[in-house]
């Protein structure tokens, strides 16, 4: 059965930066698209960013220029580099093969 397993969340001040991954079991991971999504306190889950199978990428509007999404299929894991964050990028960050969820992975950002 399909696993995804996210790692690299924490506490981050306000213009540093994190690399979160994500480790996928069970797939036939070259042949996913990737994405990560996130979801802050109250609100409702959001996309953040894409990556085809070919590495095709895709962003929300909020992080391009500071984020970038990208994917390792020989270990079956996809990353998410996210530069000078922002106290809104406070939530818990998800990983998504398009059939299963991770359990997320918390990121703070203090001000």
């Known amino acids: 059965q399909v696993q995804l397993v996210e790692s690299g969340g924490g506490l981050v001040q306000a213009g540093g930066s994190l690399r979160l991954s994500c480790v996928a079991t069970?797939?036939?991971?070259?042949?996913?698209?990737m994405a990560w999504y996130r979801q802050a306190p109250g609100k409702q889950r959001e996309l953040v960013a894409t990556i085809s199978s070919i590495g095709s990428t895709n962003y929300v509007d909020s992080v391009k220029g500071r984020f970038t999404i990208s994917r390792d299929n020989a270990k079956n894991t996809v990353y998410l580099q996210m530069n000078n964050v922002k106290p809104e990028d406070t939530a818990v960050y998800y990983c998504?093969?398009?059939?299963?969820w991770g359990q997320g992975t918390l990121v703070t950002v203090s001000s």
């Open positions: 998504y093969s398009g059939i299963k």
């Open positions: 069970g797939t036939i991971f070259s042949f996913n698209t």
